[in-house]
Antibody
Framework: QITLKESGPTLVKPTQTLTLTCSFS??????????VGWIRQPPGKALEWLAL???????RYSPTLKSRLTITKDTSKNQVALTMTNMDPVDTATYYC?????????????????WGQGTLVTVSS | DIVMTQSPDSLAVSLGERATINCKSS????????????LAWYQQKPGQPPNLLIY???TRESGVPDRFSGSGSGTDFTLTISSLQAEDVAVYYC??????????FGQGTRLEIK
């Protein structure tokens, strides 16, 4: 059974840097085809994909947020971290960690299953 | 970037009736070399994370009831619930994974019981 759990601060101040950690079990991020990503959802709004890291350490970022995001993995600890700089109140959202099962060894088969429960991050002074 | 537009934004359907949700992409998500549509559907129930229903536009994820089906190709897609159950009340999202590195979701469709 695959599970993912997000952890990190629930409140950050504007201009600060947010670091979230995803701890997962039930799969290895060294397995070919596998990936872990981050997706966020502002309260009452739609989903927004942020970043994705693959088994071979290849990384993908949302073009609109790329300059602010860094995704890393620690395969030995079964963890993936997301860093977002220069936080703003509009970044207030639930941040989800997601498993990318893949469909072979390609990098375009990017659907997500399962999702973590999410962590609500509020940006306020 | 590909823009995904869902319609309607919300709908109410009677129990046992058919529910249909549409998703339109601003450009084709059909990859000609493998004839696959790079589109997924998710269900998000209140207070829960989204759950994958369908990928490749029409492949049902394991464990998803067969009353859920996906269809369409190119730029126009449909999620159909053949006989609405009370537990299907949720917001439904389509997602394209054709463009790389970007991945885009639709704005969501809220489904309620009439």
């Amino acid at each position: 059974q695959i599970t993912l759990k997000e952890s990190g601060p629930t409140l950050v101040k504007p201009t600060q840097t947010l670091t979230l950690t995803c701890s997962f079990s039930g799969f290895s991020l060294s397995t070919s085809g596998v990936g872990v990503g981050w997706i966020r959802q502002p309260p009452g709004k739609a989903l927004e994909w942020l970043a994705l890291i693959y088994w071979d350490d290849d990384k993908r970022y949302s073009p609109t947020l790329k300059s602010r995001l860094t995704i890393t993995k620690d395969t030995s600890k079964n963890q993936v971290a997301l860093t977002m700089t220069n936080m703003d109140p509009v970044d207030t959202a639930t941040y989800y960690c997601v498993h990318r099962p893949g469909d072979g060894s390609g990098k375009y088969e990017n659907w997500f299953d399962p999702w973590g429960q999410g962590t609500l991050v509020t940006v306020s002074s | 970037d590909i823009v995904m537009t869902q319609s309607p934004d919300s709908l109410a359907v009677s129990l046992g009736e058919r529910a249909t949700i549409n998703c339109k992409s601003s450009q084709s998500v059909l990859y000609s070399s493998n004839n696959k549509n790079y589109l997924a559907w998710y269900q998000q129930k209140p207070g829960q994370p989204p759950n994958l229903l369908i990928y490749w536009a029409s492949t049902r994820e394991s464990g998803v009831p067969d009353r859920f089906s996906g269809s369409g190709s190119g730029t126009d897609f449909t999620l159909t619930i053949s006989s609405l159950q009370a537990e299907d009340v949720a917001v439904y999202y389509c997602q394209e994974y054709y463009s790389n590195p970007s991945i885009t979701f639709g704005q969501g469709t809220r489904l309620e019981i009439k």
